[in-house]
């Protein structure tokens, strides 16, 4: 089987090729940006922003299931962006998409919490409403248009507040910060389920596995869209303070400094950010028979996997 992996420079992409997954069923292609890769060795190159490059690199790979782990996340920077993170996140999906289904390959693609106006009181299933409140979450929506439109055979994995060791997010800048002060000031009224790359790693692997190892009828009531999160929420300052004491108990840093929760207009951005972003995973873990635990069990496990690589 040949497996082309899209944004494997990207926190989750690393974690694919970390994990060893991927290649444990196939053959992988990681295709970056400019065709290297951080962890060192050569793919090939894949950009999504690039218009009319990614069926010439589809044709030359000719995969059987594709990872789509590229993406364009910068959040405030679409607010000024937004056609760029259109056609990374919507247009470029389409085009991958179109030549899946002309292909006989599966898509597996990534979407985000931000679809949702963010205003709900209880977790969101797959099929409500979608209201994105900015640039980024139109983008990521019109890539789930455009993949559903396609008709070729997908999996939408909406996931959210992703962390790993590696990469930009929340978790590496809350140990940078924690090394360099003794106070830090943290929203409070924004809720979500912190999520780790390797839980979104595994899931995604379980339900390839399901699926490859279903018949035609099969894989096409299993196809779609789902969500992938930890289970469990907590506030971002919640999930800060998580940070401190458990990075402190494990020697990441010197010593666990004081959060303090604020609200979030006392910490303004560019782009309005959801304030309840916890999606309802039941789904998942019904249809692929997979355990998705509480987000705590991921944050222990990156948190050890980055004690480890210290000493």
Do not use: C
Not at 100 to 112: D, E, I, K, N
Not at 113 to 141: I, N, T, W
Not at 165 to 174: A, C, Y
Not at 292 to 299: E, F, H, R
């Amino acid at each position: 089987m040949k497996i082309l992996l899209l944004g494997a420079n990207g926190q989750l992409g690393r974690t694919f090729l970390s994990h060893g997954g991927l290649a444990a069923r196939g053959d992988v292609a990681a295709a970056t940006r400019d065709g290297n890769l951080m962890e060192g060795g050569q793919g090939v190159v894949g950009d999504l922003s690039a218009a009319g490059t990614l069926v010439e690199l589809l044709d030359r790979e000719q995969p059987d299931v594709i990872v789509n782990a590229a993406a364009y996340t910068a959040v405030d920077r679409a607010e000024q962006e937004e056609a760029a993170a259109k056609r990374i996140n919507g247009e470029a999906v389409g085009e991958i998409a179109r030549w899946a289904r002309s292909h006989g390959a599966l898509l597996v693609h990534y979407s985000t919490d931000y679809v949702f106006a963010g205003d709900a009181g209880q977790p969101y299933v797959e099929d409500a409403r979608v209201a994105p409140a900015g640039a980024y979450g139109r983008s990521k929506l019109a890539g789930e248009e455009e993949l559903a439109s396609s008709g070729a055979s997908h999996f939408n994995f909406r996931t959210a507040w992703v962390y790993s060791p590696v990469g930009h997010n929340f978790l590496r800048t809350m140990l940078r910060l924690g090394a360099e002060r003794d106070e830090l000031r943290v929203v409070s009224d924004q809720v979500g389920s912190p999520t780790d790359t390797g839980l979104i790693v595994e899931g995604t692997l379980a339900a390839i596995d399901r699926w490859l190892a279903a018949d035609d009828e099969s894989r096409k009531s299993m196809e779609g869209t789902y969500h992938l999160t930890a289970s469990g929420q907590t506030s971002w300052h919640g999930f800060a303070a998580a940070i401190m004491d458990r990075a402190a108990q494990r020697g990441l840093l010197a010593k666990a400094p004081t959060v303090h929760a604020i609200a979030s207009h006392e910490f303004p951005t560019p782009a309005k950010r959801p304030a309840y972003s916890v999606l309802d995973n039941t789904r998942f873990v019904r249809t692929f028979g997979f355990s998705l635990p509480d987000w705590q069990v991921g944050l222990d496990r990156t948190l050890d996997e980055l004690a480890l690589s210290k000493d």
